[in-house]
């Protein structure tokens, strides 16, 4: 409440110069008054004349009339804490008759305990008294009973006033309603409390939500290796159950079913990382390398071998800073959501195309089909949408936020005169990464 202390201040200030220049219409034993000319004359003590005593009452009305208009309560008192004065607006606050303020320092108390909300009296009674003993200056706020019986909040104010020994003469006191202002700053807190338990509940919601698409994304991703470890089992099965066994192919499954158990590990710990905005182990590689890594084991499936994948890649590419784990998921649902484009479209039979060159300081790798492509307006890309019966829709979401996660973006259009091009772009080395 820096305003309202400011205020304080300067209304005591007011009030100790309007009774200061009371005081000092008597100077020396003179009463000093001012002629009609504006001329300040002496007057002899006992030799008052109608004219000065008409003077000291017009100073004295002014000064009523001042301390009166000042917009907050104002008293006065002795310097044992004993009232002399109220102005006005104290006695209209209160609604208290100004006979029962002449009473001395018990008729002072007995005020305030008239006044004063039952739990704010003893400790600003115990505050004040410990001021008049001490010369110290009061500062305090109470709740006070307003003329209609209402409780308010009021910021209450003390300051002594001394001669120049420092001995105390006379205390100066006001009392300022801040009950409004008070509310506000409360409403404040109020409001500021109920946006921070929402703000909590949305985070709680968003780590739920986040929980969720971690399973979803898990389950999508996870169903590839762990269908490869069924298939090899079950070869190692048939071999098994050859006569004579067949053990060396049994072996073979079984290292194959291996490495599947060891991808579907990477694949988890992948999706783990990024879901804890992790950078994971990111080491400058080449990207033509891994495009035709993926599309030799995608195109071991019954699918990539029916209708194919073809490479268009860009010679000598600068290396890309990325998690290969990662970005092998992005083109393998790339890939595989083309090929099934492909397989969907009446008569389809074009190859997909999957093409990689260098545009400025990123790498930009496009995955082409002529499927039956998607509406202008589908959500493809967002959490949980799909054009797939049978699908999640969290293919796309994962390759969006993985590319995004690696400084680069994923993006699609459509394909003319048919299908559609998903294209996503990583940014080059840069000097400091090639370490």
């Known amino acids: 409440m820096e305003d309202d202390t400011s205020l304080s201040m300067l209304v005591i200030a007011f009030a100790i110069s309007a009774i200061g ?26 030799k008052i004349d109608d004219w000065s005593r008409e003077s000291i ?15 907050v309560q104002i008293w006065c008192g002795t310097p044992e804490g004993a009232p002399l004065a109220y102005n006005k607006r104290w006695r209209d606050y209160s609604g208290m008759d100004a006979n029962q303020f002449a009473l001395g320092r018990e008729g002072f108390d007995d005020v305030m305990r ?9 400790p600003g009674q115990a505050e004040l008294a410990e001021c ?13 009973r307003r003329a209609d019986g209402e409780y308010r909040c009021t910021d209450n104010r003390a300051e002594p006033l001394r001669d120049a020994d420092g001995t105390i003469l006379r205390w100066y006191g006001i009392c300022l309603d801040v009950e409004d202002k008070v509310r506000s700053e409360n409403g404040l807190r109020e409001r500021e409390i109920e946006l921070r338990s929402i703000q909590e509940q949305l985070s709680e919601a968003a780590r739920k939500a986040s929980l969720a698409e971690l399973s979803a994304a898990i389950a999508h991703e ?22 004579p066994a067949n053990i060396d192919r049994a072996k073979a499954s079984i290292e194959n079913a291996k490495r599947g158990v ?17 950078t994971g182990h990111r080491y400058p590689g080449d990207m033509n390398s891994l495009i035709m890594d993926v599309a030799r ?11 194919g994948v073809v490479l268009d890649l860009a010679p000598k590419l600068p290396p890309v800073v990325m998690d290969k784990v990662q970005i092998q998921q992005i083109l393998m649902n790339l890939i595989r959501n083309a090929l099934e484009a492909v397989n969907t479209a009446e008569g389809g039979r074009d190859s997909v195309r999957v093409r990689s060159l260098q545009e400025g300081a990123s790498i930009l790798i496009e995955v082409i089909d002529e499927g039956i492509g998607f509406p202008a307006d589908s959500p493809i890309g967002e959490a949980y949408f799909t054009t797939k019966s049978q699908g999640m829709g969290m293919g796309l979401s994962i390759s969006k936020t993985i590319a995004k ?24 080395v840069q000097r400091q990464d090639a370490v």
Not at 262 to 278: K, Y
Not at 413 to 425: I, L
Request: hydrophobic share 45%; proline share 5%.
């Open 222 to 243: 996870i169903s590839q290796p762990l269908t490869a470890i069924n298939s090899n089992a079950e070869a190692s099965i048939r071999w098994l159950a050859m006569e």
């Open 405 to 428: 996660a690696h400084g680069g973006d994923l993006w699609h259009r459509p394909n003319e005169p048919r299908g559609a091009v998903f294209s996503f772009k990583l940014p080059l």
């Open 57 to 71: 009452r017009s100073s004295a009305h002014e000064l009523q009339q001042f301390l009166d208009a000042i917009p």
């Open 262 to 278: 060891e991808d579907a590990v990477e694949i988890v710990n992948s999706i783990r990382s990024l879901f804890r905005h992790s």
């Open 297 to 307: 084991i995608i195109g071991a499936t019954d699918l990539g071998a029916r209708i």
């Open 132 to 144: 008049y003993a001490t010369g110290a200056s009061y500062s305090r706020l109470m709740r006070v």
């Open 21 to 46: 220049f009371a005081a000092g219409l008597f100077c020396g034993g003179r009463l000093v008054g001012r002629s009609t000319r504006g001329v300040a004359a002496a007057v002899q003590p006992g």
């Open 114 to 122: 008239t006044i004063i909300h039952p739990d704010d009296l003893g």
